[in-house]
């Protein structure tokens, strides 16, 4: 394994292609009760805490990844199992003139 301080921008990119890179990350002033809740968590799916930060963190990556697409689609896509509201069609008032500044 090649640590990502020993490596320039380039060797970094290439060796990131093809999976070579392992990151160590430090995470500090973690409040305690986080801490104890990835404790119980990682135990209860009988994970090392690491490894269960590891599914974590891919997991959040992943779902924001794949949430794509603009404002809009996003929304709807969220709202659409809550069913849909129909709105009454408002009336349109003919186009006024603009005003004469004479």
Not at 2 to 16: G, H, I, P, Q
Not at 83 to 99: C, I, N
Request: charged share 25%.
């Amino acid at each position: 394994m090649v640590a990502c301080n020993e490596c320039n921008a380039y060797t970094k990119s290439k060796l990131a292609k093809r999976g070579v890179i392992m990151a160590i990350i430090t995470i500090r002033n973690l409040d305690e009760s986080v801490k104890i809740s990835l404790r119980i968590r990682a135990a209860t799916h009988g994970l090392s805490m690491e490894e269960e930060a590891r599914q974590i963190l891919r997991a959040a990556l992943q779902s924001s990844e794949q949430q794509g697409g603009n404002l809009a689609q996003r929304i709807r896509a969220r709202m659409e199992p809550l069913g849909g509201v129909d709105l009454p069609t408002m009336p349109r008032d003919p186009v006024r003139d603009p005003p004469d500044f004479q």
